[in-house]
């Protein structure tokens, strides 16, 4: 098979108490994975996938790890992908907590993303509660990070707080929030380095660090110069 048209699907993904996920990992896709750095090129690895279009889907992603849910709906857009070792190129558009995005993808080297090695990444997100984009990278391994250019606005920490928790925005936000850093991310800390920030009229320059703990607490260190405050 070559080029898909999904119409209506559901994508249920499902992490397990054991930090396991529900998707089976088998077969040609599972193999060129477990391939993607080896010497000897596997078959596998030139399989054809081609464009994918994807028309009103949905996304369930359920984590009994946090003991949380979301969903995604309305998904429409395509994914241009010729082989797994080929340079990978999504544009979608979905509705998350009630609000339309749009979404962006590109990666020279997927399949050593996917096998949990280090690849390049350029991703941009678009929405009313926040705007990212974001070129370095990066990998999705059992201990993620990422590491790169990172430029980020948000309407307001109130309205971002809301849209994370699927709650109405507030109808006329202060505060507004912009980020451009160099930043190391992992999913216990982000460190970000020639930090420019704007929070409403103010502005600072500096270094920032902020740190999650389940026993401490969430902690922020770091040095900022504000031409006012």
Not at 160 to 183: C, D, M, Q, R, S
Request: net charge negative; aromatic share 8%.
């Amino acid at each position: 098979f070559y080029d898909f048209h999904l119409v209506n699907p559901v994508f249920k993904i499902e992490r397990r108490l054991d930090g396991t996920f529900n998707w089976r990992r088998a077969g040609w896709m599972a193999d060129a994975i477990a391939d993607a750095s080896g010497k000897t090129p596997s078959t596998a690895r030139d399989t054809p996938i081609g464009d994918v279009e994807i028309v009103n889907g949905t996304l369930e992603l359920t984590d009994r790890v946090t003991s949380s849910a979301h969903r995604v709906s309305a998904i429409t857009g395509s994914m241009r992908w010729r082989t797994p070792t080929a340079r990978l190129n999504a544009n979608l558009s979905a509705v998350m907590n009630g609000e339309p995005v749009q979404w962006s993808i590109a990666c020279d080297e997927p399949l050593m993303l996917l096998s949990g090695q280090n690849g390049s990444i350029q991703m941009a997100f678009s929405s009313v509660p926040l705007t990212f984009n974001f070129d370095g990278n990066g990998n999705i391994s059992d201990h993620p990070f990422a590491i790169g250019q990172l430029q980020l606005r948000a309407r307001s920490a109130s309205t971002l707080e809301a849209w994370v928790e699927g709650k109405p925005l507030p109808p006329a936000p202060i505060g507004a929030i912009a980020v451009n850093t160099n930043v190391t991310m992992s999913a216990q800390a982000w460190k970000m380095d020639n930090l420019s920030l704007s929070l409403d009229d103010s502005n600072a320059t500096g270094v920032l660090g902020i740190a999650w703990n389940r026993t401490r607490g969430p902690r922020i260190d770091g040095t900022l110069a504000f031409d006012q405050l």
